[in-house]
């Protein structure tokens, strides 16, 4: 590592220029990248249960749905206010894109026997002016048929659901459901407005999809800026230099961009499962840096001069990110082994973005290091007195520790017991979403 901390810091300005240029490159993949909602992707194209399901869909139909659940908040759902607001929202939501079918209460073909006639009709003709007695004839029928039945009306008729089943092109799933979500939601906000005693939350397999495309764009412009912001300030404190906190703040940045960059070179679209990756290459670039500016904190305590601060970060702690680095890309490459292929991708992302930290930390930042104005300061930083400290409280308490830690580990790995495997997909989503909202309150 002498001769590289050397040949690094003797040539910085091209080091840094080629790193930068192959890092443009890198990144050049973004604009290709693209979001996919269909909760399809977490199956490979050979997956026996997708082989089934292709092959059922193609005999028979492929369908999406969207469920409007509805609860009025008096508790009865068969009033003709509530009715009236039912049989209009199911004619407007034949007006989305790509609808075959709108089912609901009002619009149930109810079949009875006239003397030897058979009658089919809606079960409530006309919501628009439908009486008391009507409605409560309507729920009467409703409650006592099997095919409605705690699928479009619950069992104390509380609350029902508006069932929309589409027809998608299936030619570009990434704009096709948005385009109805994109419709749909300003149509259930105008009547939420009109009809505020009543409660209008979406469901089904559109909004599912839909709401994984809006929790991973939150995640995108919540947690990552939280999570850059978190680590500005613990390193800032850590090591008492904002220009430190820069430096791990670019490189990190970079680090992120290049796994998003290379996904966008494959052509594969960014699904709920890859959009972590850069948090997670994020939290190994700054656990890589950290070593690089905690050796310079210590290095300029005896001298002055940036070219060895940087010098002696790479050649002390260069191998020891490199063994952190290239061990950590081959463990998220293992993950190529998953039989879901948004895992094999994510895997594939963190190693690539865990190149790109190795490569920004032992090439481009020692040039960083001696251009910027990083302000020397002789005091211990406070990171490296915390660590002696602790250092003494181990030496002074080896034996207690030594027995004591085991038992910790065990009662915390006893917990492992408790460990459950889900995989609802509602269920990865909070309460704060409307499809959560909705399958919880139905």
């Known amino acids: 590592m002498n001769r590289l901390a050397d040949f690094v810091v003797n040539h910085r300005i091209k080091v840094a220029t080629v790193t930068l240029l192959l890092a443009f490159s890198v990144f050049a993949g973004i604009p290709n990248l693209r979001l996919d909602t269909d909760g399809r992707v977490f199956m490979a194209n050979d997956n026996p249960d997708k082989i089934l399901l292709d092959k059922f869909e193609q005999e028979f139909a492929k369908d999406d749905n969207l469920a409007i659940v509805i609860v009025p908040k008096n508790g009865d759902v068969f009033t003709p206010q509530t009715l009236s607001a039912i049989g209009e929202l199911t004619e407007d939501l034949w007006n989305l894109p790509y609808v075959r079918l709108v089912n609901s209460i009002t619009s149930f073909q109810n079949t009875y026997a006239d003397g030897d006639m058979m009658v089919?009709?809606?079960?409530?003709?006309?919501?628009?002016?439908?009486?008391?007695?009507?409605?409560?004839?309507?729920?009467?029928?409703?409650?006592?048929?099997?095919?409605?039945?705690?699928?479009?009306?619950?069992?104390?008729?509380?609350?029902?659901?508006?069932?929309?089943?589409?027809?998608?092109?299936?030619?570009?799933?990434?704009?096709?459901?948005?385009?109805?979500?994109?419709?749909?939601?300003?149509?259930?906000?105008?009547?939420?407005?009109?009809?505020?005693?009543?409660?209008?939350?979406?469901?089904?397999?559109?909004?599912i999809s839909q709401a994984f495309a809006t929790a991973s764009q939150k995640d995108g412009g919540t947690l990552t800026p939280a999570m850059l912001l978190a680590m500005l300030v613990i390193v800032g404190v850590l090591l008492r230099s904002p220009t430190g906190s820069l430096l791990i703040l670019t490189l990190a940045t970079l680090s992120a961009l290049v796994s998003l960059g290379a996904l966008g070179w494959t052509g594969t679209p960014i699904n709920s499962a890859t959009a972590v990756a850069p948090?997670?290459?994020?939290?190994?670039?700054?656990?890589?840096?950290?070593?690089?500016?905690?050796?310079?904190?210590?290095?300029?305590?005896?001298?002055?001069?940036?070219?060895?601060?940087?010098?002696?970060?790479?050649?002390?702690?260069?191998?020891?990110?490199?063994?952190?680095?290239?061990?950590?890309?081959?463990?998220?490459?293992?993950?190529?082994?998953?039989?879901?292929?948004?895992?094999?991708?994510?895997?594939?992302?963190?190693?690539?973005?865990?190149?790109?930290?190795?490569?920004?930390?032992?090439?481009?930042?020692?040039?960083?290091?001696?251009?910027?104005?990083?302000?020397?300061?002789?005091?211990?930083?406070?990171?490296?007195?915390?660590?002696?400290?602790?250092?003494?409280?181990?030496?002074?308490?080896?034996?207690?520790?030594?027995?004591?830690?085991?038992?910790?580990?065990?009662?915390?790995?006893?917990?492992?017991?408790?460990?459950?495997?889900?995989?609802?997909?509602?269920?990865?989503?909070?309460?704060?979403?409307?499809?959560?909202?909705?399958?919880?309150?139905?």
């Open 120 to 207: 089919v009709e809606d079960l409530v003709p006309d919501p628009s002016i439908v009486t008391e007695r009507e409605a409560s004839a309507a729920k009467e029928v409703a409650l006592n048929r099997i095919e409605i039945s705690n699928s479009l009306i619950n069992d104390d008729a509380t609350a029902t659901a508006i069932s929309v089943i589409f027809r998608l092109p299936g030619i570009d799933l990434a704009s096709e459901i948005p385009e109805i979500s994109a419709e749909a939601e300003p149509l259930l906000e105008r009547y939420r407005t009109k009809y505020p005693a009543i409660t209008f939350k979406a469901s089904g397999s559109v909004a």
């Open 279 to 442: 948090l997670m290459v994020i939290t190994l670039a700054v656990a890589s840096s950290v070593h690089v500016l905690s050796s310079i904190r210590q290095t300029m305590q005896k001298t002055i001069d940036r070219t060895i601060w940087a010098r002696h970060a790479v050649s002390d702690h260069g191998l020891g990110i490199t063994v952190a680095v290239f061990t950590t890309a081959i463990g998220f490459l293992s993950l190529n082994f998953s039989i879901s292929p948004p895992f094999r991708q994510l895997g594939n992302m963190v190693a690539v973005g865990m190149i790109g930290v190795w490569v920004f930390t032992i090439f481009l930042l020692p040039g960083l290091i001696c251009w910027l104005p990083i302000k020397q300061n002789r005091k211990p930083a406070f990171v490296d007195q915390a660590m002696a400290a602790i250092g003494e409280f181990v030496i002074r308490n080896q034996k207690r520790l030594l027995f004591g830690v085991p038992v910790i580990i065990i009662g915390f790995a006893a917990g492992i017991s408790n460990i459950k495997l889900e995989d609802d997909f509602l269920r990865y989503f909070d309460e704060s979403f409307e499809t959560r909202q909705a399958t919880d309150l139905y």
